[in-house]
């Protein structure tokens, strides 16, 4: 992917930073998904009293773009850390990675983790998630 589309959805994901409920943690987490339409989809983290329903910002992104019938995607951009201070990189927890497998070919899907517009990694999903088990499992042989 270009970097200046690279630098877009980062930029995108540390203004979700502002939205993030966290009155627990304090750690928020940002993140923007870029769908195969083009169309940027915003996530932040919303946690909860009882702690388990709490959601990340990855699936706040696929499950606001999938509510609208968008399921094809290229990319996401993570960012996070305590107080909204970004000085190392946030990777999405194993739930969140599943939830990826589930919409994307785990050899083309692109995460990519910032610190800010000039300092990410892009990883491929079938890197932070080798082995992953997805709808392509369940289809008769
Ligand atoms: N969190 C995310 O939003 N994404 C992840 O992939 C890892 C964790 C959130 C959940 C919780 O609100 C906070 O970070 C601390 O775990």
Redesign the pocket.
């Known amino acids: 992917m270009e970097k200046a589309k690279i630098q877009e959805l980062i930029e995108i994901a540390i203004k979700q930073l502002d939205y993030?409920?966290?009155p627990?943690?304090h750690?928020?987490?940002g993140?923007a998904l870029l769908a195969q339409n083009g169309t940027i989809y915003g996530?932040?983290?919303?946690?909860n009293a009882a702690y388990g329903p709490?959601?990340?910002?990855?699936?706040?992104a696929f499950f606001k773009a999938v509510s609208e019938g968008v399921k094809e995607f290229t990319a996401i951009c993570?960012v996070?850390g305590m107080n909204k201070e970004l000085t190392e990189y946030?990777?999405?927890?194993?739930?969140?990675?599943q939830v990826m497998m589930e919409f994307c070919n785990p050899k083309e899907f692109e995460i990519i983790l910032a610190v800010d517009k000039e300092h990410y990694e892009v990883f491929l999903l079938k890197d932070l998630l080798p082995l992953g088990f997805g709808p392509g499992n369940l289809e008769e042989k």
Do not use: D, M
Not at 43 to 47: A, F, K, P, Y
């Open positions: 993030s409920y966290v627990y943690s750690f928020h987490v993140a996530g932040c983290n919303i946690e709490t959601n990340c910002a990855e699936r706040t993570v996070g946030a990777p999405p927890c194993g739930v969140c990675r």
